[in-house]
Each structure stands twice: as C-alpha cells, then as structure tokens.
C-alpha cells in the first residue's frame, strides 16, 4: 500500500499557493476499510505513546490547527485521530463567535489563552486564522472589533496581521511550542453532498443552516483568502500542510501520519533518573518489599 510522505502536503514557505493545483482528492492509502481501521490504529497507538513521551519529558507541546470550510471532516479528524490519546494530555478548542470581552482585546488574545501548556497537545477546531479568513470575506465583522480607525489601513490591514501571527508562532516555536497546520482542502461538489446527508439524515440536521449555504456564496473569496493566507503564514519554523479533505479516511490517514512524523522529530526521551533518585527509588523498593 502506498506510503504517506507528508513532504507532499506542505505549503512550501515563499511559494505562492494556487490551491486549484492542489488535489481535494488523493488517491486511496489503504485498500479496504479493514486496512484503513488497521492503519489508523498503528497511528493513533503511536500518538498515543508519543503523548506519553511528551507528557513526561515536559519540555515540549504540540498545537494542532485545523482549518477548512464547512463539512470538510474537522470534526471526523479530531475524533478519529485522537481517539487514543490520555484526555488529560490533551485538550480541544472550537472557536466561535466572539463575546464582547474577546471584542474588548487584540485579535490573537481569546487564542493565546488557550495555547498548551508544556507535555500537553492542544488542537485548535478553527483558530485565530480566522481573524484573516471570515473577517476578510465579511468586513463587517472587523468594524465590529473596534480598532481605532487611524489603526486600520485597507491596504496593509491583512499583511499586517499575518506578520502579527508568524511573530507570534515564531515565538512559541522558539519557546517549545511545535505547531501544525492543516487547511482541509475540500471541493465545492463535496461539500454539497456533505450538505444534503446532513438534511437527509435525521441524527445530523443540527449540523446544518442557512448560513451554512449562505457561506457557499463567498467560495471564491474563501479560496482567495485561504491562497494568500497559507503563502503568506506557512514557514519553515509552522508550516501548512493542504490534505485533501473529499474522502475524510484518506484525510484522517495523512493527518494522524505528519501528527506522528511531528512527534517524533521532537527527539524526545524519557527522563533519566539522577544517582540520588536511584537510591531513592531503592530505598523504596526495600521497604515495599518487607
């Protein structure tokens, strides 16, 4: 069966990204859904010990950011990637609209707050990406951020704020903070059948709205967006990594796999015990054993 580079899904830094180049469908990693159960198990049971490993070298964290339009499977890839992770080690946040003490702040505050503590995983269901994504598309919300005017420049107001996030993410890098970005990159005709299974399927119609339809207008500029975004933000130190998001086994394959491929580059070990904590444990040892 066909390996996973995960060399093949970066945004290269510097390169302009065009994601009409960019499949939304790859070909098929396993070749029956025995072997896709069996392949995502070998990758979650390595994350799984991955995290264990990071938990206790408490050196490091991870930051796991998925970005995508509706229904491209975000939800479906954390549950299946992280179905064998400790709960303890690791912690999810959805990003919805803003409150007004969000309001009240800068546009990467309500994201620091719940940025990883060291041996912990933290995944981000959208992120502060969005400041530059839906704000884009739909100005109105900007103005609702109440930024002084003499501040807001509509012809630097983006670049300025994408070099807010590569200096922010250059500085958790730098502090032991390893991200990883996904954009799901899905097809306007896979999201429509997506769509109309939420509607036809009883147990899914709370997945669906009219906004839901309404955000299918604003594809073109979604795609602007997210172009210039992911060339502007993918660098060597956080790269964006484009996975193809029409079959969501595919997709949960290829993430767990540069999730695991992540991990390991950290080059972690477990801690090792000092000669004073040797005898400690030996001293233990004779008393549990009387």
């Known amino acids: 069966m066909k390996k996973i580079n995960p060399g093949d899904f970066v945004a290269r830094p510097g390169k302009r990204v065009d994601l009409s180049k960019w499949h939304t469908r790859a070909p098929d990693y396993y070749g029956s859904s025995g072997d896709y159960h069996e392949r995502l198990a070998e990758d979650t049971r390595q994350l799984s010990d991955l995290q264990s490993l990071l938990y ?8 796991v950011i998925f970005q995508a339009m509706d229904a491209a499977g975000k939800d479906s890839a954390i549950k299946h990637v992280m179905s064998g992770v400790n709960p303890q080690g690791c912690q999810v946040t959805s990003f919805k609209h803003p409150s007004a003490e969000d309001l009240d702040h800068d546009f990467l505050w309500t994201a620091t707050r719940k940025l990883p503590e060291r041996g912990m995983i933290g995944i981000f269901n959208r992120s502060y990406y969005e400041e530059v994504l839906i704000v884009r598309v739909h100005p109105k919300i900007l103005h609702a951020q109440r930024v002084p005017a003499v501040l807001v420049d509509p012809g630097t107001i983006w670049t300025d704020r994408f070099r807010s996030i590569i200096n ?11 991200i990883v970005k996904f954009f799901l990159h899905l097809s306007p005709e896979e999201q429509r059948n997506r769509f109309l299974k939420r509607i036809d399927k009883p147990e899914k119609n709370w997945k669906f709205s009219f906004a839901d339809i309404a955000e299918r207008k604003s594809w073109k500029q979604y795609m602007k967006a997210y172009e210039e975004c992911i060339t502007a933000t993918s660098t060597a130190a956080a790269p964006w990594y484009i ?18 491929e992540e991990l390991k580059g950290l080059g972690m070990s477990y801690p090792k015990a000092s000669p004073q904590r040797r005898r400690e444990l030996q001293a233990i040892r004779k008393l549990l054993t009387k």
């Open 56 to 63: 206790a070298s408490d050196s490091y964290s991870l930051l």
């Open 168 to 178: 922010l993410e250059d500085h958790l890098v730098r502090n032991g903070t390893r």
């Open 243 to 260: 996975v193809p998001a029409d079959g969501k086994q595919n997709t949960q394959l290829i993430v767990s796999r540069i999730i695991v």
